[in-house]
């Protein structure tokens, strides 16, 4: 308010941080909607509402850094619209790894299958990820092996498409901004993967459990910053 009232805002800044207002109002609404599913008589809440309240935090700092980089990078350049595809898909699949990442935590499957690459002796697949609930589907929303199998492919996944675009944006990049994106985006992909299978084998203490979430947070940052600047 005060800096519109000052002028200092332009139209489209005006927009963009009143999208980010109703996105933090949101935010407000869906952490009392996740506290209302529980904490009253068990310690415990739904776990796709915790994923909706960390999803649309990531969210909402995501815009943030992208409203500031606006502002920061102001001029208009020629860009490459399929790599600008590419990496939008690669966030999408991010995002989807992350609300994987809030169900591993939200239903507690972090304790089970405490072994990695296989998910016990010799299974890369336990067998409990089909059987542990019925229908078979709810075994990949709702089971905690078939969540935290999900969990363990897309990180896979992730690491893939994050190779994909550190090789192709190599190629394309032109400025500094773009190149540190880049190498920054591939050195936080490998930390995160690091903290996730440590996370699993030492069972989920606590500072590890709080180190793999901030380490998502800095994956999110850097695959935004790599795109703002890919894309304007
Ligand atoms: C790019 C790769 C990954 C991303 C972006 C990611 C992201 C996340 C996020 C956002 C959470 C939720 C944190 C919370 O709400 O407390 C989470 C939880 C978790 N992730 Fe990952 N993760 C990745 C890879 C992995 C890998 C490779 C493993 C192990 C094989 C793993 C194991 C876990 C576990 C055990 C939890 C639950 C921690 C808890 O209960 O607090 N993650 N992940």
Same mark, same amino acid.
């Given at each position: 308010? #005060?800096?519109?009232?000052?002028?200092?805002?332009?139209?489209?800044?005006?927009?963009?941080?009143?999208?980010?207002?109703?996105?933090?109002? &949101?935010?407000?609404?869906?952490?009392?909607? !996740?506290?209302?599913?529980?904490?009253?008589?068990?310690?415990?809440?739904?776990?796709?509402?915790?994923?909706?309240?960390?999803?649309?935090?990531?969210?909402? @700092?995501? #815009?943030?850094?992208?409203?500031?980089?606006?502002?920061? @990078?102001?001029?208009?350049?020629?860009?490459?619209?399929? @790599?600008?595809?590419?990496?939008?898909?690669?966030?999408?699949?991010?995002?989807?790894?992350?609300? #994987?990442?809030? &169900?591993?935590?939200?239903?507690?499957?972090?304790?089970?299958?405490?072994?990695?690459?296989?998910?016990?002796?010799?299974?890369? !697949?336990?067998?409990?990820?089909?059987?542990?609930?019925?229908?078979?589907?709810?075994?990949?929303?709702?089971?905690?092996?078939?969540?935290?199998?999900?969990?363990?492919?897309?990180?896979?996944?992730?690491?893939?498409?994050?190779?994909?675009? #550190?090789?192709?944006?190599?190629?394309?990049?032109?400025?500094?901004?773009?190149?540190?994106?880049?190498?920054?985006?591939?050195?936080?992909?490998?930390?995160?993967?690091?903290?996730?299978?440590?996370?699993?084998?030492?069972?989920?203490?606590?500072?590890?459990?709080?180190?793999?979430?901030?380490?998502?947070?800095?994956?999110?940052?850097? !695959?935004? &910053?790599?795109?703002?600047?890919?894309?304007?």
């Amino acid at each position: 308010m #005060y800096f519109i009232i000052t002028k200092q805002l332009t139209w489209p800044t005006i927009k963009k941080t009143s999208i980010l207002l109703i996105l933090g109002g &949101f935010q407000g609404f869906l952490g009392w909607y !996740m506290v209302k599913s529980g904490l009253v008589d068990r310690p415990d809440v739904s776990h796709y509402r915790l994923a909706a309240h960390l999803t649309t935090a990531f969210i909402t @700092f995501a #815009y943030t850094l992208w409203v500031a980089l606006d502002l920061i @990078f102001p001029n208009k350049k020629n860009i490459d619209r399929g @790599f600008r595809n590419t990496i939008r898909i690669g966030l999408i699949i991010l995002l989807i790894q992350i609300i #994987y990442g809030a &169900f591993v935590a939200g239903l507690d499957a972090g304790f089970v299958h405490n072994h990695w690459p296989m998910m016990s002796e010799g299974k890369f !697949m336990h067998e409990t990820v089909l059987i542990e609930k019925t229908p078979l589907y709810k075994n990949f929303i709702e089971g905690k092996s078939g969540v935290q199998f999900i969990h363990r492919i897309l990180a896979f996944v992730v690491l893939i498409s994050v190779i994909f675009i #550190y090789l192709k944006g190599k190629m394309l990049a032109i400025s500094k901004y773009q190149i540190n994106g880049l190498n920054l985006l591939m050195i936080l992909v490998g930390i995160q993967l690091l903290l996730g299978v440590l996370t699993i084998l030492l069972q989920v203490p606590l500072w590890l459990g709080v180190s793999h979430q901030i380490g998502a947070f800095l994956l999110l940052a850097s !695959m935004t &910053f790599t795109l703002h600047r890919f894309s304007k």
